[in-house]
Nanobody
């Protein structure tokens, strides 16, 4: 119904930058919010950043000032610009979208397959 495809992960040295992208496609009537989550080995998945309709954003304290979330509404594409990367940012990053697939239906959560970000110290 709704597909989220992430790209842009990889290996980077501490202090470096990466930009993640997430393209949403399929049966999309409206998108309530889009966000990035991450999961490091042995840890629970956590919110990194989220952007809701209207443009309001929220960030985890650990990434404030270093990461920037943005969204191209025309392309249904979400971005995460990650600067000053640290070893502890190493994780699988997942794209999330809360989507209505039809006017009278409730919003649903959709997830991408994840993209690995590895920061070497």
């Amino acid at each position: 119904q709704v597909q989220l495809v992430e790209s842009g992960g990889g290996l980077v040295q501490a202090g470096g930058s990466l930009r993640l992208s997430c393209a949403a496609s399929g049966s999309i009537f409206s998108i309530t919010s889009m966000g990035w989550y991450r999961q490091a080995p042995g840890k629970q998945r956590e919110l990194v950043a989220i952007i809701i309709t209207g443009g309001n954003t929220n960030y985890a304290d650990s990434v404030k000032g270093r990461f920037t979330i943005s969204r191209d509404n025309a392309k249904n594409t979400l971005y995460l610009q990650m600067n000053s990367l640290k070893f502890e940012d190493t994780a699988v990053y997942y794209c999330n979208a809360v989507v209505k697939i039809a006017p009278l239906m409730s919003s649903r959560d959709f997830w991408g397959q994840g993209t690995q970000v590895t920061v070497s110290s």
